[in-house]
């Protein structure tokens, strides 16, 4: 793939994987173990310039695009998923400001989130409300200059972490879904606290808390957009978010099977590598075929949404279907060709197949995204028809 | 307000080496076979990079301006496209035909030169040896030149302004604290930082910055004093040290072993007791 990149390009792909071998991968079974947030592997990312690549270069990012975002999203998730899911969040965060931030909104905040000394984070879930984003609780009252927001968020990715957080909450609750509106929350606001930090089965290393705003007074000038354009902006972030969660499930993937290759070519049984054994051999070329396919899909909805094509929905669920369910078998079967070494802690790839569940779920789940798929399917046709 | 704005020139001095520990020589000619070794940053030359980067960060309300300096053949260009991919702003390469087979004498010489040429540099940091020559005189040598203080092995910049400095270095058994005056040249090692990634922006500035070249008429050098003509040694030989191996197995049970391996060691005096 690598003759297809550009300069710039190669020179993203390059800067993460020195991160991933310098940095992540001699700590990464640490941090999994412990649960810390890498918070020292972020701010050399943020160093690097790489959340720089979601911004436009007006507010001090690089101007580049979605693919961008795929290419260091899927090199750092090779190297550990906690770190990319850490990296890709603050993205999901920054996304609704460039979609419905004004420009005093985009000056004031995005520099920050350009140079990594601030991360974002995206509050949308709760304990009632998932997939059935209409169900928010949450509510912000206009008082004033202000809103006041009352409720919990669930489940944050870089909760306590983040400097800038987007929240999605009810304005008009009577109206349901079309009552919802998205509010920029900073960190240290008066009634803004953080509840516990989830224990996990993978990407243990991120931080994942409760978002609890009782009472907290936000300035109306934090509203992005309008009142009632919260689910729009929600369902516009995710059309750009969702193939980067395909990235995450290609990079994990290519992590796991780059190990599980090695690992044959090593472990001698009946006195001859495992690589020469056929049944291994077919594991490996489907492991290959399935990931190469995966990110050829993930690459080409990237770049279509980087060609200002509007119908992008489809598309975008798609490479988040097929790469997290791809990178689930792959990383399933990397642990069986290691066997009962892939099954221990020593070694990677048991984190990895842990790790690689959570693109299933997170972003919409896929029996989401095949919802999704088969209702635009039947709006719009076939794909290639339309 | 007017605000009187302070420049600080912070040279790093650094050298292209091979990158790899298994150096090989070719007896006939006694130089370095360098066919497919890579190239590298001295390791140590990219601690002081990335602490003169540091210092420019510390002192940001000031205007502080990072030089990579290099003395070498025209590729050596490469280690000084890497240094402003980390942040150095601008770099020099020194670099003449009559340059060429110069000891840490007249290498001192041809950089004390560029360094004059720069004026006014705050201060020089080098990394404390380099892994190819492993001499670490080129620092001390220097600061001699420029008529500025030298303290070698640097381990922590605990403040600095532009007139002076305060820093720990190590030794053998202890920590030093020193306060100097600048200018003042520093050597480095590599407990002073752990140097960062390139950055996105630093690589596009480093693949497109145009790398000024002072040949010895620049540095207005007279080519006896520069070079192998310009140097008081020459390399007689270099050779690979032969490893001489004497295994022996000791068999036997357990307790043999011991008592076998015991006998041996107390032969040649490395154990003690009956």
């Known amino acids: ?386 | 307000m007017y605000r009187q704005v302070i420049q600080i020139k912070i040279a790093v001095c650094m050298k292209q080496v091979p990158g790899t520990m298994e150096i090989k020589i070719d007896p006939e000619t006694n130089t370095l076979i360098r066919e497919g070794i890579e190239n590298i940053i001295n390791p140590f030359d990219s601690y002081a990079i990335e602490e003169a980067v540091r210092i420019k960060e510390r002192l940001a309300d000031e205007e502080v301006e990072v030089i990579a300096i290099t003395m070498g053949p025209p590729q050596s260009a490469d280690i000084l496209r890497e240094s402003i991919s980390v942040g150095a702003d601008s770099a020099i390469l020194l670099s003449d035909r009559a340059f060429a087979g110069a000891d840490t004498w007249a290498t001192s010489t041809t950089i004390a030169k560029a360094i004059n040429k720069l004026e006014d540099c705050r201060l020089i940091i080098l990394g404390k040896q380099t892994v190819d020559g492993d001499t670490g005189q080129v620092g001390p040598e220097l600061a001699q030149r420029l008529n500025i203080p030298f303290i070698g092995y640097v381990s922590s910049i605990l403040e600095i302004n532009r007139s002076k400095m305060k820093i720990k270095r190590l030794m053998e058994d202890r920590y030093e604290t020193f306060e100097i005056n600048l200018p003042a040249a520093i050597s480095v090692v590599k407990d002073i930082n752990i140097p960062r990634v390139p950055s996105l922006r630093g690589k596009m500035k480093a693949k497109t910055i145009e790398i000024p070249v002072w040949d010895a008429k620049k540095l207005e050098a007279d080519e006896n004093e520069v070079g192998l003509a310009g140097s008081y040694t020459r390399v007689v030989k270099i050779f690979t040290p032969q490893i001489k191996h004497d295994t022996r197995m000791i068999e036997g049970t357990a307790d043999e072993q011991v008592e076998e391996l015991h006998k041996i060691l107390k032969e040649l005096n490395l154990v003690s007791g009956s």
């Not at chain 1, 097929?322 to 066997?339: N, R, Y």
């Open chain 1, 1 to 386: 793939m690598r003759y297809l990149l550009t300069e710039e390009q190669k020179m993203i792909v390059d800067i993460c994987r020195q991160i991933v071998s310098e940095r992540i991968v001699p700590v990464r079974a640490e941090l999994d173990e412990s649960g810390t947030f890498p918070r020292e592997i972020i701010d050399e990312v943020g160093k690097s310039d790489l959340f720089r690549i979601f911004i436009p270069e007006e507010y001090e990012g690089m101007g580049t695009g979605i693919f961008e975002v795929c290419l260091a999203t899927e090199e750092l998730s090779r190297g550990d998923l906690s770190v990319a899911t850490s990296y890709a969040a603050s993205g999901l965060g920054i996304i609704p400001i460039l979609i419905a931030g004004s420009e005093e909104q985009k000056k004031k905040f995005l520099p920050g989130l350009a140079s990594g000394s601030k991360l974002a984070a995206f509050g949308l879930t709760e304990s009632e409300a998932g997939s059935d984003a209409g169900s928010i609780r949450t509510t912000a009252k206009k008082d004033g200059d202000h809103y006041i927001l009352n409720g919990t968020k669930q489940w944050i990715t870089n909760g306590g972490e983040a400097d800038i957080y987007t929240i999605f909450t009810m304005t008009d609750p009577r109206k349901g879904i079309r009552g919802a509106s998205a509010i920029i929350v900073e960190k240290g606001t008066p009634g803004f606290e953080f509840g516990k930090k989830e224990n996990k089965l993978g990407i243990r290393a991120s931080a994942t808390r409760e978002l609890i705003f009782t009472d907290c007074k936000v300035p109306k000038e934090n509203l992005l957009g309008s009142e009632g354009m919260g689910f729009i902006i929600a369902m516009k972030t995710f059309d750009q978010s969702r193939p980067a969660v395909g990235a995450q499930a290609v990079g994990v993937a290519q992590g796991a099977l780059e190990e599980a290759l090695n690992y044959s070519k090593i472990r001698k049984q009946f006195g001859t590598p495992i690589a020469s054994f056929q049944a291994i051999q077919h594991m490996l070329a489907d492991m290959e075929t399935n990931l190469e396919a995966a990110r050829a899909l993930v690459y080409h909805a990237a770049k279509v949404i980087d060609s200002g094509e509007k119908n992008v929905t489809r598309l975008a669920s798609m490479a988040k279907l097929f790469a997290s369910d791809m990178a689930m078998k792959v990383t399933i079967d990397a642990v069986q060709i290691l066997g009962g070494y892939g099954f221990m802690k020593e070694y990677p790839v048991e984190k990895m197949m842990r790790d690689a569940k959570i693109t299933q779920i997170y972003e919409g789940t896929n029996q989401i995204m095949r919802n999704i798929i088969a209702l635009d399917m039947i709006k719009r046709g076939v794909l290639q028809e339309t």
